[in-house]
């Protein structure tokens, strides 16, 4: 299911640069590689509606991007990214680190400007992600515990308590600014906003369950475009 997505989402992206790159006489469809640092974190309330006290963490990103000319200097920028994200939380002695893996398709709106001998860039837009993989650590003095983090919209009355249990879906704003020298090679930066409440419904949990769970976070991205 996973890998049909996969080639879905690629499709897609095919298809659009083509027809963008056919409806826009002399424009200039190009295609770039890019990867980089994310700093990452999970921002919400538990159930007893309390802030989390989350820290930071640090993953990665990887991908492609179609940049398609739509006016002069503006551009429509689908992507197609592997990025890691989650969070830390220490209480006492103990601490739990979350990862989490996705599938992202960013789906960004550019302005590019001259400056010097290249173009500054400043892009925003959605994106929406598919959780595929994820490990929660737990730490407390010499012992270490891993665990798998499941993907599902609902926990039922039965499921494990030891199991940290997500949302696969996500979707989120992102907003970056950066440079693009002549040859190619560019340098961005990233950040992120999550739109969307990734804690799934708990039946465990009776009363009223306050908990929410929304990605956040940064990134730094080296790229080159071709």
Known sequence: MKTKLFYLILIFLLSGSMAFAQGLDGSKTS????????????????AGDDKLENDMIIGFHAGVNVQLPVAPQFYFQPGLMFS???????????????????????????YKAPVGNGYFMLGFGPYVAYGIGGKATY??????VETDIEFKNEVDSGDPLTTVYIK????????FFGYELPA??????????????????????????QSTLRNTGYGLS?????
Do not use: C
């Open 84 to 110: 890691t994200k989650g969070a830390e939380n220490t209480e006492g002695v103990l601490s739990g680190t979350y990862n989490l893996s996705y599938v992202e398709l960013p789906l960004n709106f550019v």
């Open 184 to 209: 190619g090679l560019f340098l961005q930066l990233n950040t992120q906003l999550g739109l969307i409440d990734i804690n799934p419904k708990d039946n465990r949990i009776t009363g009223d369950n």
């Open 222 to 226: 080296l790229g080159f475009r071709f």
């Open 139 to 144: 730490e407390g003095g010499a012992a270490s």
């Open 168 to 175: 696969p879906f996500d979707a989120g704003a992102n907003l």
């Open 31 to 46: 295609f770039a590689i890019l990867g980089g640092v994310n700093l990452q974190n999970l921002n919400g309330k538990d």
